[in-house]
């Protein structure tokens, strides 16, 4: 059956909301992704011949391809709707060469928010396909297949088999085992804190030691804080020596681009960011809301800021018929961020009367949660700026001081639909110059300087954006490429680099500085952006990489020596043939196997013993595994012998009311010891 106008898009979600809103003349069908790439068996880039990249089609996509072919035949137009970012127009330039599509032709329709009306309009204006858009997206494929496809094999050779390098990848992993190298040389130095309760009338309230004899006094160790100390009088009243008063502003955020929005799910919603971009790409794709199938937010692969100007007349007449005019920005916010590139918007609502609870129902609980923070930060991100009073009161007795500092909010704006964080308003009682305070109680408190935290996926996104590294597409793909290659684990919710991922740093950072260097990766980015804008020529930027590249990778091949990664004793002979067991590195972490490899091919997964006999069956122990989701449970070390499975930790006891096992539980961020049967709990020690 022939049809008028074929649509291509990349999922068969985004091509069943579409289909509702074309009407007959249209079928809207999926690419479901690439159908064309470099191979995976050879570099595919003939570096000799201006970088040319030999692409096949992708093995199993054979039936699309024809399927798509046959149908392209059958079309009077064929529309290609492929997502509005490079990786979208490199979709739809490989669709139109595998598909005889003229060149030049007028085919390409891009929308950043799948609704009826945006949608319709984008089919009114179709263009060329950005050449420009291709050739950036081409410049990375190749420059990352060239370092991939390069160091990978020496890796190999030189390390063990199964390992990676990558321009983002070894780059970001350098981060981390920068900040591991931080923590470890950190030498604590000691400071002091004096923290005071003070009263007036009936409020009490706290203060901070300031100064001490007219000066601020560094309490860097314990005899100065006994000298300062013994000028206080506990006996004798403080007096208001000064009394500063002052209104403050605190702007409302931004809204959202990828990276925040990874940060802020993570840090609010505990959303892995892979979790975070599937839930986002639902959501952009296509939700059915009474009968209705919408996209509820714009595109979110995004470095920008900006907002269209309908989506702020919008967000401005919801805000002032929601919560008042005094709420709404007299001009809304519509910034564009300095490393945006495109002119993509931010994520947004793509229907801001379209609120949460409206929609609840129709939404998973995953879903619901992370909309309703795009929905928050969008519209707060167009209301007024919350005000606060603040008042700084200096509290004096023998010419020591100790300083309080209060705040109320004035005007919550913004905050009304967006909080940022818990604390609450800090009050300071009515306070003014001569007024008298009593000293309640004070306290010395010793301290030692702390080194840096280790990043979690929120605070890595954070450093990967601030130093220009990758773009927001790339983030979520190199932290878990990372974590796959056993380079990087994470341990309650924060990144430690493995002997393995030192080891190839070492060597990457010996033998490619370039390419673990985070200035010049991200220079790269600006070039890849060049070639996007159309300043710069894709070969030419390639050509220069190459030549300084190809002296590092000749001198590594001649001058890396072989590392072997020795195998730890196990302590524990095997079970088969009696040869010690050793600890062995593989894909997945440790693992013991039997020293006598490959004649003898027994291995044991590592695990952790928790000190307790299985309640179940009484003799075997009981351990932590993890599952396919990471998260820790507890089982019989016997398994499938004994079938005892439990998420929450046994303690080694029986209930005194019921005499089943007791577990470690966290209520309320408590500990508590209860019953895994009955209503029996005690408060852990």
Known sequence: MAVKNLVIVESPTKAKTINKYLGRNYKVVASKGHLRDLPKSKMGVDIENKFEPHYISIRGRGDTIKELRKLAKQSDKVYLAADPDREGEAIAWHLSHLLNLPEGEENR???????????????????????????????????????????????????????????????????????????????????????????KGRSSFDANFYSFKGERTELANEAIVNDIVSHINQEEDFVVTNVVKNERKRKSPNPYTTSTLQQDASNRLNFRTSKTMMIAQQLYEGITINRTTIGLITYMRTDSTRIAPSAMNAASDFIKSEYGNQYSQAKGR????????????????????????????????????????????????????????????????????????????????????????????????????????????????????????????????????????????????????????????????????????????????????????SEFTAGMENTLDEIEEGKREWVGVLDEFYSSFEQDLKKAEVNMEEITIKDEPAGFDCPVDGHPMVIKIGRYGKFYACSNFPECRHTEPIVKKIGVTCPTCHEGQVIERESKKKRIFYGCDRYPACEFVSWDKPIGRDCPKCDHYLVEKIVRKQRQIVCSNCDYAENAE
């Open 109 to 199: 329709v891009v929308f950043n928010e799948i609704t009826k009306d945006t949608v319709k309009e984008a089919f009114k204006s179709p263009r060329k396909i950005d050449q420009d858009l291709v050739d950036a997206q081409q410049a990375r494929r190749i420059l990352d297949r060239i370092v991939g496809y390069s160091i990978s094999p020496l890796l190999w050779k030189k390390i063990k088999g199964g390992l990676s390098a990558g321009r983002v990848q070894s780059t970001t992993l350098k981060l981390i085992i920068d900040r591991e190298n931080e923590i470890r040389n950190f030498v604590p130095e000691e400071y002091w804190l004096i923290p005071a309760v003070f009263q």
């Open 334 to 517: 519509a910034n564009q961020s300095a490393a945006g590139q495109d002119a993509h918007e931010a994520i947004r609502p793509s229907d801001v009367t379209l609120t949460p609870e409206k929609i609840k129902d129709s939404l998973s609980k995953d879903q619901y949660k992370l909309y309703n923070l795009i929905w928050s930060r969008f519209v707060a991100s167009q209301m007024s700026d919350a005000v606060y009073d603040t008042v700084r009161a200096d509290l004096t007795q023998n010419e020591v001081v100790f300083r309080a500092s209060g705040s109320r909010i004035k005007f919550d704006g913004f905050l009304k639909v967006y909080s940022t964080d818990s604390k609450k308003d800090n009050y300071l009682p009515e306070l003014e110059v001569n007024d008298i305070v009593k000293l309640k109680e004070f306290e010395t408190n010793q301290m030692f300087t702390q080194p840096p935290a280790r990043y979690t996926e929120a605070s890595l996104i954070k450093v990967l954006e601030e130093n220009g590294i990758g773009r927001p597409s790339t983030y979520s793909p190199t932290i878990e490429t990372l974590r796959k290659r056993y380079y990087v684990k994470l341990v309650s919710k924060k990144f430690e680099p493995t002997e393995l991922g030192e080891i190839v740093n070492s060597v990457l950072s010996e033998y490619f500085p370039q390419i673990v260097n």
